[in-house]
T-cell receptor
Framework: GNSVTQMEGPVTLSEEAFLTINCTYT??????LFWYVQYPGEGLQLLLK???ADDKGSNKGFEATYRKETTSFHLEKGSVQVSDSAVYFC??????????WGAGTKLIIKP | NAGVTQTPKFRILKIGQSMTLQCTQD?????MYWYRQDPGMGLKLIYY???????DKGEVPNGYNVSRSTTEDFPLRLELAAPSQTSVYFC????????????FGPGTRLTVL
């Protein structure tokens, strides 16, 4: 069946460090892939998305590339800030209504 | 633009009590969803709706009910609260077309004692 696996957190980095949060998926066909972010005390919001193989989604300095050959959609940022501290969720779209979610990865950035 | 709003933000229930979690969206979205988020877990879909008058079960519907009498509102009802329903509940909406970004409310933190 369809599933999403994310690296376990928390991930703790110093400000200006390079960030990678791994996400791999299992799915039939070519699902759309998403990264959502949840800041403390808030609901989830879309960070970026990709709809087909080799697409790169980007937003706020974050990037992720849809890799069909490795079934991955890893999130990267070149230089993180304290304000990036949040929980990051990877998800795939299975149908018109359903997203399949990873467990989330908590990111802590220390000044 | 309010987006998706949820009330209440926090609630404590005793076992066996009932309550309704309210959700309203002002984006004229056809699709609406209820999720629960348990610690260390991804979101689980409870119920969803593709339009007024139409609802269907998600992955974890037991113990919950929904209705969708208008496009804007999608309340979630807990009839007999159980400790297993302690969770954070999120309402979301989307257009239901294209890549279909889901827009989330701020959540309701529910504790059942």
């Amino acid at each position: 069946g369809n599933s999403v696996t994310q690296m376990e957190g928390p991930v703790t980095l110093s400000e200006e460090a390079f960030l990678t949060i791994n996400c791999t998926y299992t799915a039939t066909g070519y699902p759309s892939l998403f990264w959502y972010v949840q800041y403390p005390g808030e609901g989830l919001q879309l960070l970026l998305k990709a709809t087909k193989a080799d697409d790169k989604g980007s937003n706020k300095g974050f990037e992720a590339t849809y890799r069909k050959e490795t079934t991955s959609f890893h999130l990267e940022k070149g230089s993180v800030q304290v304000s990036d501290s949040a929980v990051y969720f990877c998800a795939l779209k299975r149908s018109n209504y359903q997203l399949i979610w990873g467990a989330g990865t908590k990111l802590i950035i220390k000044p | 633009n309010a987006g998706v709003t949820q009330t209440p933000k926090f609630r404590i229930l005793k076992i066996g009590q009932s309550m309704t979690l309210q959700c309203t969206q002002d984006m004229n979205h056809n699709y609406m969803y209820w999720y629960r988020q348990d610690p260390g877990m991804g979101l689980k879909l409870i119920y969803y709706s593709v339009g007024a008058g139409i609802t269907d079960k998600g992955e974890v519907p037991n113990g919950y009910n929904v209705s969708r009498s208008t496009t804007e509102d999608f309340p979630l009802r807990l009839e007999l609260a159980a400790p297993s329903q302690t969770s954070v509940y999120f309402c979301a909406s989307s257009t239901g077309t294209g890549t279909d970004t889901q827009y989330f409310g701020p959540g309701t933190r529910l504790t059942v004692l």
